[in-house]
């Protein structure tokens, strides 16, 4: 930092008493000479200057006050200049040159001519009550939520490891849950997996989740749901989930039967576990060479022919000429893929109708068994023609949630468990 020619404690600017204390902790300290108008840059709090500032062994406290030197009389609306008295106030900031910072506002009373009337001046800056600025706040939560330790940042920040984690959790509204919205996206996470199951519920217009719960059973989704109020419940038109019947059943049950949408993702990922199954029963007639050069081909067979090369294309057509089975469920395949592009919800029904017909009579039994699956989710199936939402946000939460379980931080029990993922995921 830019050294100056300023003092580091100005005597005729700040109480005696204030300076007595100061030196009182620190006697033995040298006076370091910093520059009054670097730190304000540092700062960027226009409405106040520096008059002093001490360098303590744990922290470095600076002394502001606001640069008006009066203020109008909220009573009579005259001009005040006479000060009457002045009390500091506390308020932690981000540290400067690795020392944490606390800034002492020197807020001033004032003694109107006219009235007699004693106002305090306001500051437009901080709040009544605030006790630390908004950029310590943020940047503390967010080291925590990337992984650094408490006790580190408590240190570094001169805090102590209770206000921490209360800023991280309590203040960031992780205990709470949110209200619900228009388009709302709901799936399942792990806690262990194949034994214990959580549900997550996302707002999809905000990007945010809105709660986790034990469990992912259609009572308990229906438990949480009739917690909520009517009018919440109201407002909402769009529930996006996967094929899940404890899911449907809930919706339907709470929300009534028009509301849920089958993404495209979940959809086509069936087409794809059916598509697996025809490849996998192809590679059992060739050899191993030609198996690997065919799984090679993979990643492939789902482009469309734009997106291939002359080679790719050749090669996908000299295996489709071979292997009929492979032609018939990979342009099933196109042909399914190619639906969710459509606009209107009319001529799409009449063509999932048509793709479910030809499913139907088809000798290959992934088609078969895929062509049973669309029938049944017919109908949300559909909708996502005119509500066009993915679970791909929900979808998302989910890796953070396995990379947060991954990492533990030491928080094992549910209560904190829900804290940590609303706080990260929902993170500004």
């Given at each position: 930092?830019?050294?100056?020619?300023e003092?580091?404690?100005?005597?005729?600017?700040?109480?005696?008493?204030?300076?007595?204390?100061?030196?009182?902790?620190?006697?033995?300290?040298?006076?370091?000479l910093?520059?009054?108008?670097?730190?304000?840059?540092?700062?960027?709090?226009?409405?106040?200057?520096?008059?002093?500032?001490?360098?303590?062994?744990?922290?470095?406290e600076?002394?502001?006050e606001?640069?008006?030197?009066?203020i109008?009389?909220p009573?009579?609306?005259?001009?005040?200049?006479?000060?009457?008295?002045?009390?500091?106030?506390?308020?932690?900031?981000?540290?400067?040159?690795?020392?944490?910072?606390?800034?002492?506002?020197?807020?001033?009373r004032?003694?109107?001519?006219?009235?007699?009337h004693?106002?305090?001046?306001?500051?437009?800056?901080?709040?009544?009550?605030?006790?630390?600025?908004?950029?310590?706040?943020?940047?503390v939560?967010?080291?925590?939520?990337?992984?650094?330790?408490?006790?580190?940042?408590?240190?570094?920040?001169?805090?102590?490891?209770?206000?921490?984690?209360?800023?991280t959790?309590?203040?960031?509204?992780?205990?709470?849950?949110?209200?619900?919205?228009?388009?709302?996206?709901?799936?399942?996470?792990?806690?262990?997996?194949?034994?214990?199951?959580?549900?997550?519920?996302?707002?999809?217009?905000?990007?945010?989740?809105?709660v986790?719960?034990?469990?992912?059973?259609?009572?308990?989704?229906?438990?949480?749901?009739?917690?909520?109020?009517?009018?919440?419940?109201?407002?909402?038109?769009?529930?996006?989930?996967?094929?899940?019947?404890?899911?449907?059943?809930?919706?339907?049950?709470?929300l009534?039967?028009q509301?849920?949408?089958?993404?495209?993702?979940?959809?086509?990922?069936?087409?794809?576990?059916?598509?697996?199954?025809?490849?996998?029963?192809?590679?059992?007639?060739?050899?191993?060479?030609?198996?690997?050069?065919?799984?090679?081909?993979?990643?492939?067979?789902?482009?469309?022919s734009?997106?291939?090369?002359?080679?790719?294309?050749?090669?996908?057509?000299?295996?489709?000429?071979?292997?009929?089975?492979?032609?018939?469920?990979?342009?099933?395949?196109?042909?399914?893929?190619?639906?969710?592009?459509?606009t209107?919800?009319?001529?799409?029904?009449?063509a999932?109708?048509?793709?479910?017909?030809?499913?139907?009579?088809?000798?290959?039994?992934?088609?078969?068994?895929?062509?049973?699956?669309?029938?049944?989710?017919?109908?949300?199936?559909?909708?996502?023609?005119?509500?066009?939402?993915?679970?791909?946000?929900?979808?998302?939460?989910?890796?953070?949630?396995?990379?947060?379980?991954?990492?533990?931080?030491?928080?094992?029990?549910?209560?904190?468990?829900?804290?940590?993922?609303?706080?990260?995921?929902?993170?500004?």
């Open positions: 930092m830019a050294m100056g020619s003092p580091l404690i100005d005597k005729h600017r700040i109480p005696r008493k204030i300076l007595d204390e100061a030196f009182q902790k620190n006697p033995e300290e040298e006076p370091v910093m520059d009054f108008a670097c730190i304000e840059a540092l700062l960027g709090l226009p409405e106040f200057r520096v008059i002093a500032q001490v360098l303590g062994p744990k922290q470095l600076l002394h502001l606001r640069k008006e030197n009066a109008v009389c009573r009579c609306q005259t001009s005040c200049s006479r000060v009457k008295e002045s009390r500091p106030r506390c308020i932690r900031d981000l540290p400067i040159l690795e020392h944490p910072v606390m800034l002492r506002l020197h807020l001033r004032f003694a109107c001519p006219a009235c007699g004693r106002p305090w001046e306001k500051s437009e800056t901080f709040g009544r009550r605030t006790k630390w600025t908004e950029r310590l706040y943020t940047q939560r967010q080291e925590f939520l990337r992984g650094c330790p408490c006790k580190e940042l408590a240190r570094r920040y001169g805090l102590c490891e209770r206000t921490v984690f209360r800023w959790f309590e203040r960031g509204r992780g205990g709470r849950p949110r209200k619900l919205g228009r388009a709302i996206g709901i799936d399942e996470y792990a806690r262990r997996k194949g034994h214990r199951y959580n549900t997550l519920i996302v707002d999809l217009d905000t990007g945010k989740p809105i986790t719960f034990k469990g992912r059973r259609a009572d308990d989704v229906v438990a949480w749901l009739r917690s909520r109020p009517q009018e919440e419940l109201a407002s909402v038109e769009v529930v996006v989930a996967d094929m899940s019947k404890p899911y449907a059943a809930a919706i339907k049950e709470v009534g039967d509301v849920q949408v089958i993404d495209r993702f979940h959809v086509v990922q069936q087409a794809v576990e059916a598509l697996d199954a025809v490849l996998r029963a192809v590679k059992n007639q060739l050899d191993p060479d030609e198996a690997k050069e065919l799984k090679k081909l993979r990643q492939r067979w789902l482009k469309s734009d997106q291939l090369n002359v080679d790719e294309i050749i090669a996908r057509y000299d295996w489709c000429r071979r292997f009929p089975e492979l032609r018939e469920t990979l342009n099933w395949v196109q042909d399914l893929r190619t639906w969710f592009e459509r209107y919800e009319k001529p799409a029904r009449e999932l109708v048509k793709l479910i017909e030809r499913a139907t009579q088809s000798v290959q039994k992934p088609l078969q068994q895929i062509a049973g699956t669309l029938t049944r989710w017919f109908e949300p199936i559909v909708r996502y023609i005119r509500n066009r939402y993915t679970n791909g946000i929900t979808e998302g939460f989910n890796n953070k949630i396995k990379l947060i379980q991954r990492m533990a931080y030491g928080l094992r029990n549910e209560h904190n468990r829900r804290k940590r993922i609303l706080a990260w995921c929902g993170a500004p």
